[in-house]
């Protein structure tokens, strides 16, 4: 099936006038068998789509939350194939939800693009975010992509201007990411007032649904989003209760999930007129 999730997924969203939920989990954090149990309670949770990180030494978009999230996985041993494995054994209990890897581009250049484009479809990947491939560049991966069915998904930001826009979605397809501040991840807080008439140009210009990720940390801001976005990407936040949860020896996964949880209802019922 491959991208063809990710389009049902919105298609059937948009029937029902609502935004999605996208949670952001690191594979591997705190540990591979609690991310994966993690990755395996979203969907029931509330996520709608899922994005799953994997671990890289050098997170150059990534504020201190994902880094120390990205720290932690690979002290426990994990990579981009244990990602990979980890995608597989979720696919194997879910045909539906659509799951986007984000990442960076040295580990794919090192892999080759066409044989980690075979092993992720494989995997049950729909789509990839590579936050450090130009978009002048992405041709080769793009093309190793689409031959397996799968989405290369481009980030634009508040400085992607009319100009700029075209080169930036001319290979996007699933959907289009737009960033909602300056700056890294888990810094900053989304506005949106301001995020409305850009998500509206993006959406425009690409014709794809429009994702708004990078300063959403609170039901409230997440439910602010959905009213003017397509889908609420949620990851700093998540992270962070993965990390306080391990400092208070807390179950994990219980707390990462019950976070899921409020902000999915926040999302799911943002455009809700009050009876």
Known sequence: ????????????LKAEGRAAFVPY?????????TALAILKGLPAAGADLIEVGFPFSDPMAEGPPIQRAAQRALAKGMTLKGTLEAIAAFRAEDQATPIILMGYLNPLVTWGFEAFAAEAAEAGVDGVIVVDCPPEEADPLADALEAHGMALIFLTTPTTDDKRLPTVIRRAAGFVYYVSV????????ADAQAVAPNVERIRKASGLPVAVGFGI???ERASAIAQVADAVVVG?????????????????TRRVLSKVESLAKAVRFARRVPV
């Open 217 to 219: 940390k609170t039901p």
């Open 182 to 189: 300056a700056g890294v991840t888990g810094v900053k807080e």
């Open 236 to 252: 700093s936040a998540l992270v962070d209760e993965v990390a306080e949860a391990v400092d208070l020896n807390e179950d994990v």
């Open 25 to 33: 989990v690191m594979a591997g954090d705190p540990d591979a068998a």
């Open 1 to 12: 099936m491959t991208k063809a999730r990710i389009d049902a997924r919105f298609a059937a």
